[in-house]
């Protein structure tokens, strides 16, 4: 299982784009990396997920080179209810494989 | 997305009881669910994974014997905290990913209180 780092938590402002950098420099052939979201007693909440370049979805972007070795969340003009933690996995496509989670980065926006 | 449901949200018992706590998924089968436990302030830990039809595995340091794993058909999987303790006081959640897919989907979680 690949191993992600990220930094521990960040700030912003209202109205701010935030990008959240991960690094899995031993991701593998098969892995897919993605992003939840996870507020206070909720479950995690699937943002976006990408194999390669770039992926946009109505939420967010993701942003991953060519050596696939880290990986960028785009947040574009964040507001106070995307205060939450940010966790960046990797997963291996199409099995049944667990998935181990980092500590993730506490996003804090601020007004 | 898919959509994954826990029953029930929240829980208090007594120390020395058990409590079951079950993981649906409403729109999709899947032959392999995944439990997790999170404390305050923490990640979330795998505690094991469960299969449809077969035993559950459980990551290290987890009782088996503890937290039993049931997944009965392929939309329903459930964990019972037996004889729970205060440590076992928590919030627990479930994932499933439809099979064939690659995106893996979480459940609400359930806040349990051993008293």
């Known amino acids: 299982l690949a191993k992600t780092t990220q930094p521990i938590s960040m700030d912003s402002y209202e109205g701010q784009e935030v990008n959240i950098t991960c690094s899995h420099n031993?991701?593998?052939?098969?892995?897919?990396i993605t992003w939840y979201q996870q507020f206070p007693s909720q479950g995690p909440r699937f943002i976006i997920q990408?194999?390669?370049t770039k992926v946009t979805n109505e939420v967010a972007s993701l942003f991953i080179p060519a050596d696939r070795k880290s990986s960028t969340l785009s947040l574009p003009r964040v507001s106070l209810s995307d205060t939450a933690v940010y966790y960046c996995l990797v997963v291996e496509g199409r099995r049944d494989d667990k998935i181990i989670f980092g500590k993730g980065t506490r996003l804090h926006i601020l007004p | 997305g898919a959509v994954v449901s826990q029953h029930p949200s929240r829980v208090i018992c007594k120390s020395g009881t058990s409590v079951k706590i079950e993981c649906r998924s409403l729109d999709f089968q899947a032959t392999t669910m995944f439990w997790y436990r999170q404390f305050p302030k923490q990640s979330l830990m795998l505690m094991a994974t469960?299969?449809?039809?077969?035993?559950?595995?459980?990551e290290q340091g987890v009782e088996k014997d503890k937290f039993l794993i049931n997944h009965a058909s392929l939309t329903l999987s459930t964990l019972t905290v037996t004889s729970a303790h205060p440590e076992d006081s928590s919030f627990y959640i479930c994932?499933?990913?439809?099979?064939?897919?690659?995106?893996?989907?979480f459940g609400p979680g359930t806040r349990l209180l051993v008293l």
């Open positions: 994932s499933a990913r439809a099979t064939g897919e690659e995106t893996q989907y």
């Open positions: 469960s299969n449809e039809g077969s035993k559950a595995t459980y």
């Open positions: 990408g194999y390669k």
């Open positions: 031993n991701i593998a052939t098969n892995d897919y």
